[in-house]
């Protein structure tokens, strides 16, 4: 029997109604002659309450409390979700992220899957009954502690089962048609992907697309797992997420596969910075420490009279204070004049793994830029995107500029966003 791993976000089981609609589709599955693995989210804004809730009682939770309480809520839905299957005549068995033997690292809050060992969902399936498993969640390998696998990791949890038990395929349930060559939120006419490869998903996902969560990208490409991403409240194909395709392979590729948007990092500015050997490394070294991811940097060229430079570098704006406390504490060794943090610039990247082989992209990126007024203030480019920062309020003008550019506009009518957050 071929096996299905299906997802379902917070978004498609935010009430009863909605678990009732969720139980249905799975029932269906199974009846249509597939073994059915689900992996759930929490239902809405649930875990967004969760955190509400401990940092009303503390401006410190304990990491490992936080992702005791915080793994409640897969818990919540996935027991409501078997009761609901059961109601249809269906048996269904949920189990927690320990249960399902999903073992994780030891970082609280951003744990990464180590190994999954699902006996418990294997037999719950060849007992003919749904297994049901809390997403987002897993066991610290160490010392049984439970852990989380940070925000959007219900989509990891269902790529690692799907891997595990050898699905057929890993189908994620959200509350848009699949992935699209904008945000349709932005991009009124933005166009369903039938078929994206997990490069190019990657630098969607890391680029502020936040249909797929770029570490269950990761792990989908490590171990080969198709995913289709498609909508829980229509019965339309959605997009596949699947190898590149081979060498030789006569069908033509859309050089660009579309546009993504980003809002949720800051600039950090570091003026007057000594030209000399050793000075990035030491910024960078401050910064690291404070945990912060970087993305994007860009050193200036040194006035030779006064042997300074300017090191800009982008970042998620929760990650500032803890980075910009952590330079200021190397001041002195570092060496710099000021430190200016900017939250209001937008990032825009064009991905398509056929740029790698066509000429004329950037320039014509430029361009749309240009037309539409909008000034760039830092650049970054991979094999397969280009990625531009800007002022945060011109970010939507030009997204629309270049996705009308590269001709990426649809003409069959607007993209259906059927509720909640894009997740
Ligand atoms: N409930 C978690 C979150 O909101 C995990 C998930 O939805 O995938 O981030
Ligand atoms: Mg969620």
Not at 16 to 28: D, G, N, Q
Not at 78 to 97: D, N, P
Not at 308 to 323: C, E, K, R, Y
Request: net charge negative; glycine share 8%.
């Amino acid at each position: 029997m071929p096996l299905v791993v299906q997802k379902y976000g917070g978004s498609s089981v935010h009430d009863a109604a909605a678990i009732k609609r969720v139980a249905a589709r799975i029932v269906a599955t199974k009846k249509a002659g597939n073994d059915v693995v689900v992996a759930v989210s929490a239902m809405g804004d649930t875990t967004d309450e969760l955190i509400d809730l401990a940092n009303a009682v503390t401006s410190a939770p304990h990491p490992r409390e936080m992702d005791i309480l915080l793994t409640a809520g897969e818990r919540i839905s996935m027991a409501i979700l078997a009761m609901a299957i059961r109601e249809l005549g269906v048996g269904a068995q949920s189990f927690t992220g320990p249960q399902a033997g999903v073992i994780t690292t030891a970082h609280h809050g951003s744990a990464r899957i180590i190994d999954v060992a699902p006996s418990r969902v294997q037999k719950a399936v060849a007992d003919g009954d749904v297994a049901i498993v809390a997403g987002f969640q897993g066991v610290n390998v160490d010392n049984q502690d439970v852990t989380t696998l940070g925000r959007g990791g219900s989509d990891t949890t269902a790529v690692a089962l799907a891997a595990a038990l050898g699905a057929d395929v890993c189908e994620i349930y959200t509350d848009v048609d699949g992935v699209f060559s904008a945000d349709p939120r932005i991009v009124p006419a933005a166009r369903k992907l039938d078929r994206v490869s997990y490069e190019e998903m990657l630098d969607f996902a890391a680029s502020g697309a936040k249909v797929l969560m770029p570490r269950c990208v990761e792990y989908a490409r490590r171990y080969n797992v198709p995913i289709h991403v498609r909508s829980s409240f229509s019965y339309l194909e959605g997009t596949w997420v699947v190898a590149d395709q081979e060498e030789g392979d006569t069908m033509e590729e859309p050089i660009i596969a579309g546009v993504a948007s980003d809002r949720s990092e800051a600039k950090i500015t570091v003026i007057g910075v000594p030209d000399v050997p050793g000075s990035a490394a030491r910024l960078f070294e401050a910064v690291a420490n404070s945990g912060a991811n970087i993305d994007m940097i860009v050193q200036n060229v040194s006035a030779t009279a006064t042997g300074v430079t300017d090191i800009s570098f982008t970042l998620p704006t929760g990650s500032v204070d803890a980075a910009h406390l952590a330079i200021e504490e190397d001041r002195d060794a570092i060496g710099y004049e000021k430190l200016v943090v900017d939250d209001t610039i937008g990032k825009i990247s064009l991905i398509g793994a056929g740029m790698k082989s066509s000429s004329g992209v950037s320039a014509k990126f430029f361009a749309a830029l240009r037309d539409s007024g909008i000034n760039i203030e830092m650049i970054s480019t991979s094999d397969i995107r280009i990625s531009v920062v800007t002022r945060s309020e011109a970010l939507d003008d030009a997204v629309r500029a270049v996705h009308t550019a590269f001709g990426l506009d649809s003409s069959d009518g607007e993209a259906v966003v059927y509720g909640g957050t894009g997740r």
